[in-house]
């Protein structure tokens, strides 16, 4: 699913222009995948400028997603209502005068400031007794197998069949800002491939990283470490464990992240938002999966390579935060040497086919 034409929504009035608000999951990998929510809506409707609500995390992601006018950014409290956090949330909504709003979540609290700026449609599935705050009912959420399905479905006209393909998110990072991130991190030019280690859900973590960054710089290969402020010790120990060709590139600016995505020339990352980010760049990505089906959370660009154990682990998917039989194997039995091997029959490939350059440079 990485073609702009595998489908296409029938465009409905021209002559419409009320913009859109998409209020999205505000985890960095679903925020990503939204962006195929985007798509949908301008196709369908192509003169309808789209916004999205943002926490100041996901922000910077908003700058590369091409069919966005703009971001809201807007924290609220995950713990809490926050009824004059969403006051005023609301008041901003209200002066740009939306005339959609596709709530993609299912919680009550999502819903509320649009419902409170007024916004006349108000769509979204079935979910905490959100009687008064969705007035455009989806139903069916249950039947639909994937998180794209139930995302973008929201896009489509009620009743409407869901198509064979969606339109997958796409990332794009202009190639002057990414010689611009090398220079100011003195990365140099050499072939580098990007691991990013975090993950929020501790099974979700493969815990090899140091061996193979070890692996790859023996091979000749630059490495880099991506992440959050979270896996700045992690980083130290694959550092240490990789040498003087193993850069630390983690932080808590989430726009290092997506440069870094973008200018390496493979990923290896666990299950997180990351991956999603490499892939929606264009970046060849090898996904480790345990825990978690690939069918489920995969990109859906596609990935260059899906890596899991070859051992039979019964408990597979489990989708917990925490391993809580088998010890681990799912993830402790893929071994650093299997994933290294991969990666380099990945960045060959990659040498072979290049990727579309223009998910780099908006062309």
Partial sequence: MNSDSEHT??????????????VPYMWIGDFVRGHSVVRVLNQRWPNRPVDLLATTLC???VDYMPGVRSGIVWDLPRSRLAVARQRGLASQLRARNYGTAIVL????KSAIAPALAGIPERVGFVGEARFGLINQWRWGEKALPRFIDKNAALAL????????????????V????VSR?????????????????????????????????????ERGLDVWVVGGPGEKALASEIVAAGGPRVRDLTGGDLRNGILAMAAAKVAISNDSGLMHIAAALGTPTMGIFGPTSPYHWAPLNGLAATVQTKTVVPCQPCHRPVCTMNEHRCMRDIP???VVDIAQRVLA????HPRNSSFRDGA
């Fill in 9 to 22: 929504v029938t465009t409905e009035d021209a002559t419409d222009t009320r913009p859109i608000l998409i």
């Fill in 181 to 217: 991130f090398r220079q100011a991190w003195g990365l140099g030019h050499g072939t580098a491939v990007a691991l990013a280690p975090g993950s929020v859900g501790a099974s979700k973590r493969w815990t090899y990283y140091p061996q193979a960054a070890r692996l790859l710089a």
């Fill in 157 to 172: 006209p009620d009743g409407a069949p869901l198509p064979p393909e969606w339109p997958v998110p796409q990332l794009r």
């Fill in 59 to 61: 922000a910077p992601l």
């Fill in 105 to 108: 979540p299912r919680t009550w």
């Fill in 336 to 338: 650093a040497s299997d």
């Fill in 174 to 177: 202009p190639a002057d800002e």
């Fill in 349 to 352: 490939e990659a040498g072979a």
